[in-house]
C-alpha cells in the first residue's frame, strides 16, 4: 500500500513518511484575553495588546518572512529524509473575516486534528481565535481519507461560554498537542489551557472499544500542552520536564531514561523536537547541550532555527502532523 492511500500513526517515534507541514498565518484578536496568553513570554503579550485586530505580515513584515522561511527549511528537512510533505494552504478573505474579534490562526497543524492508529480526530479546540484553525486542512484531510482505510470523526464543537467565562465553558475541548500516542496507549494533557476532562473522556469513549488505553495527565497550569513538557524520542528515551507534571511522570514511560529540562527550557519548547524515525531527531540549536545528550544514546540530531515559531507558543511536533508514521 503506498502512502496515498494509507493512514496510520503508530507511536511518537515510528518512521515519519507522510507529514501535513503548517502554513505561518495569525491575525491577532480585536478582544485580547490574557488569561490565554499566559504561556508566552511577556513581549509576546504585549505585542498582542498592541498590535489587535492586524495580521501579523502586516504588523511584522519582515519577522513574517522569517517565520515563513522556517517552514521552508523545514520542509527541506523532512524531504531530505525522505518524508512526504503535504502543506496546509493559507485562510481565504472569508475565513478571516468570518469573526475578527477572535482574531484567526493557521500556524500548528498538531493541534487542530490528529491521527490515532488509523482513526483520523478533528479536535475541539479551547482559544476562541483557533476555534476554526481546521478549516485550511479539510481539503487536504478529504483528500488524504477518501480512499484510505481510515475512520475520519470529529470531536464535539465546543459551546458558546460567557464573556466573563476565563475558563471559555466546559467544551469539550481536545487538542493534538496534549495527545502522544505510544502504540496502545495513549496520552491525554490537561493543564487548564487546551484539553479538558470532558475532551478526555470523549476521546477515551472513542478508542477504548477499540483496544486502546487512554489515560489523563495533569500537568503545569503555564504549559499550553502535553508535548511542551514530554517528548517521547524512541522506545526508552524521552526528554522531560519533571517539574510539570502534578501526579509525576506518566507510569507508561517512569522507568524510560530522561533527559531532564527546566520548566523554564519547557516553556521555551525543548521537548517539542521531532523524531523522524528512532534514528534521527529534529530540534532548535539553541537546545544543542539537549541535542548532544540525545546523540549519546544513538540518535543523530538534526537542526533547524525555529527562533520566531516558537515566540507563537509551538515549535517542530506543533508545526506538523504525522498522517502516516509505522514501522
Known amino acids: 500500500m503506498t502512502t496515498s492511500n494509507k493512514i496510520f500513526v503508530q507511536n511518537e517515534f515510528a518512521p515519519l513518511k507522510k507529514v501535513v507541514l503548517a502554513a505561518s498565518e495569525f491575525g491577532y484578536p480585536v478582544e485580547v484575553r490574557p488569561e490565554d496568553l499566559r504561556f508566552?513570554?511577556?513581549?509576546?503579550?504585549?505585542?498582542?495588546?498592541?498590535?489587535?485586530?492586524?495580521?501579523?505580515?502586516?504588523?511584522?513584515?519582515?519577522?513574517?518572512?522569517?517565520?515563513?522561511?522556517?517552514?521552508?527549511?523545514?520542509?527541506?528537512?523532512?524531504?531530505?529524509?525522505?518524508?512526504?510533505?503535504?502543506?496546509?494552504?493559507?485562510?481565504?478573505?472569508?475565513?478571516?473575516?468570518?469573526?475578527?474579534?477572535?482574531?484567526?490562526?493557521?500556524?500548528?497543524?498538531?493541534?487542530?486534528?490528529?491521527?490515532?492508529g488509523n482513526y483520523v480526530v478533528e479536535a475541539a479546540m479551547r482559544f476562541l481565535h483557533r476555534r476554526h484553525e481546521v478549516w485550511p486542512l479539510r481539503d487536504l484531510l478529504w483528500k488524504a481519507v477518501e480512499k484510505a482505510d481510515c475512520t475520519y470523526v470529529s470531536a464535539p464543537f465546543p459551546?458558546?461560554?460567557?464573556?466573563?467565562?476565563?475558563?471559555?465553558?466546559?467544551g469539550s475541548f481536545i487538542e493534538g498537542g496534549d495527545v502522544l500516542v505510544l502504540d496502545k496507549h495513549v496520552l491525554v494533557g490537561n493543564s487548564g489551557l487546551a484539553s479538558n476532562d470532558r475532551g478526555f473522556q470523549w476521546l477515551s469513549k472513542l478508542l477504548s472499544p477499540l483496544g486502546y488505553t487512554v489515560e489523563?495527565?495533569?500537568?503545569?497550569?503555564?504549559?499550553l500542552h502535553l508535548d511542551c513538557a514530554l517528548g517521547l524520542i524512541k522506545p526508552g528515551l524521552?526528554?522531560?520536564?519533571?517539574?510539570?507534571?502534578?501526579?509525576?511522570?506518566?507510569?507508561?514511560?517512569?522507568?524510560?531514561?530522561?533527559i531532564h529540562v527546566t520548566l523554564e527550557e519547557a516553556s521555551n519548547l525543548a521537548t517539542n523536537g521531532l523524531p523522524l524515525s528512532q534514528e534521527v531527531y529534529v530540534t532548535d540549536?539553541?537546545?544543542?547541550?539537549?541535542?548532544?545528550?540525545?546523540?549519546?544514546?544513538?540518535?543523530?540530531?538534526?537542526y533547524v532555527d525555529f527562533k520566531i515559531t516558537r515566540s507563537f507558543g509551538g515549535s517542530f511536533r506543533c508545526s506538523t502532523q504525522p498522517l502516516l508514521r509505522c514501522e
Not at 216 to 223: A, G, L, N, S
Not at 285 to 302: N, R, W, Y
Request: charged share 30%; aromatic share 8%; glycine share 6%.
Open 285 to 302: 540549536p539553541v537546545f544543542k547541550h539537549i541535542g548532544d545528550q540525545i546523540e549519546q544514546h544513538g540518535v543523530t540530531v538534526e
Open 238 to 258: 524521552m526528554v522531560v520536564c519533571n517539574d510539570a507534571f502534578l501526579d509525576g511522570i506518566p507510569a507508561v514511560v517512569k522507568d524510560w531514561t530522561p
Open 159 to 170: 459551546q458558546v461560554a460567557p464573556a466573563d467565562d476565563l475558563t471559555l465553558g466546559n
Open 40 to 116: 508566552l513570554d511577556e513581549a509576546a503579550i504585549e505585542d498582542s495588546a498592541i498590535n489587535k485586530g492586524k495580521d501579523y505580515s502586516e504588523a511584522h513584515p519582515e519577522i513574517q518572512a522569517q517565520w515563513e522561511l522556517e517552514r521552508v527549511n523545514l520542509k527541506k528537512m523532512l524531504e531530505k529524509h525522505g518524508v512526504e510533505v503535504v502543506e496546509a494552504r493559507k485562510l481565504t478573505d472569508a475565513e478571516k473575516q468570518f469573526n475578527p474579534k477572535d482574531g484567526y490562526a493557521n500556524f500548528f497543524t498538531r493541534d487542530p486534528f490528529f491521527v490515532v
Open 216 to 223: 489523563q495527565v495533569r500537568f503545569h497550569p503555564d504549559i
